[in-house]
């Protein structure tokens, strides 16, 4: 059931380490980060970035998420270790960096099953570009696709999930929006690949969350779902429905109709300013649980399903608004 669920990043409780570990002066280590993250009340799971966190070890790690009450909803792909990764990953010029990414993508996958999570999340900032003329674009999209098809082909019954963004790090990500990224795994044709929409990101690529849902579950398969906020200009990583409280309200409604039942996972960013990660996050479920039961409220009420056939935003927004205060039935 939506919002029975709840996953975070694990290196928001990093965050203002001063004051929890006093007297430490090196960073918080990966045990110590989830074993606070654990003190949230409402969080079941984590998300951790492969090969940051797991390493070689992806049995010990999974024994420490579940030895303090955890679980592990899947693993993230970072392309760091490797300076060359910058020019790209699944895209990069030099063939044997290209298949060093694909390789490395590989083994995060093996280390994903092995620790018992179901899914691979890619996020390919660094396949892109930042000049006019800098690459050819048909080839840079051809190995795009060619590096996905591969990954999702190495193991069928572990979903890949592609997260999108505009841009950062490079100035134009190849999978920039809802819309590039559903080509791309209409091209690729596996069974288990699908989409993470992140509030954020798709507010600064233009879009209303709740729209790119309907089109990514039309035509693919939801897989993952970030939730945070900021002002649509880069990623802020604020609390959720902190700037755009419809809008995180019609996506919530929008993917509970598509049947998504998976974690709802926060990708916010309490460590960019020192707050308390443990009250962040609990804040956070909080405000989904409140907008989840605002959800149902609307459900019960036909006038919206009425005002939307309509295309009747008076009424619409108002009984949103009703729904959010609890008092719906006087609308």
Same mark, same amino acid.
């Given at each position: ?45 984590? /998300? ?15 024994? =420490? ?20 990764? @910058? ?18 993508? @590989? ?24 000049? #006019? ?31 999108? @963004? ?10 920039? /929006?809802?819309?590039?990224?559903? +080509? ?6 596996? /069974? ?10 798709? +507010? ?27 002002? #649509? ?19 919530? #409604?929008?993917? @509970? ?33 409140? =907008? ?27 009984? #949103? ?11």
């Amino acid at each position: 059931m939506l919002g029975s669920r709840f996953a975070t990043r694990i290196n928001s409780f990093a965050s203002a380490a001063h004051g929890y570990w006093p007297g430490q002066v090196e960073k918080p280590s990966l045990a110590q980060m989830i074993a606070r993250a654990a003190t949230v009340p409402g969080l079941t799971e984590l /998300d951790l970035n492969y090969p940051d966190h797991v390493g070689a070890k992806p049995a010990e790690v999974a024994a =420490m998420v579940a030895g303090c009450g955890l679980a592990i909803s899947g693993l993230a792909m970072r392309y760091y270790t490797n300076p060359a990764f @910058k020019r790209g990953a699944f895209t990069n010029p030099d063939r044997a960096v290209r298949r060093e990414a694909i390789d490395l993508t @590989k083994r995060g996958i093996d280390a994903a099953r092995a620790m018992g999570a179901p899914m691979m999340t890619l996020w390919l900032g660094q396949d892109g570009f930042d000049y #006019a003329f800098q690459c050819d674009y048909q080839r840079l999209w051809a190995d795009e696709v060619e590096g996905i098809a591969e990954v999702a082909a190495h193991d069928p019954d572990c979903l890949v999930s592609i997260e999108y @963004k505009p841009n950062e790090p490079r100035s134009y990500s190849l999978l920039r /929006d809802a819309a590039t990224t559903l +080509l791309a795994i209409d091209e690729a044709g596996a /069974d288990n690949l699908g989409v993470t929409i992140d509030f954020a990101h798709a +507010l600064y690529a233009d879009e209303q969350p709740a729209n790119a849902a309907a089109m990514v579950m039309r035509r693919s398969r939801l897989l993952g779902l970030h939730l945070n906020d900021g002002y #649509a200009k880069r990623d802020d990583g604020l609390m959720v429905g902190a700037v755009h409280g419809q809008a995180t309200l019609e996506l919530l #409604a929008e993917v @509970k109709r598509g049947g998504f039942d998976g974690a709802i996972y926060f990708d916010t960013f309490p460590d960019a300013s020192g707050l308390d990660p443990v009250a962040e996050c609990a804040a956070n479920i909080r405000t989904v649980r409140r =907008m989840l039961a605002a959800v149902g409220r609307m459900e019960g009420d036909n006038r919206l399903a009425d005002a939307k056939a309509r295309h009747d935003p008076v009424t619409a927004q108002e009984i #949103a608004q009703l729904a959010l205060s609890g008092d719906i039935s006087t609308g």
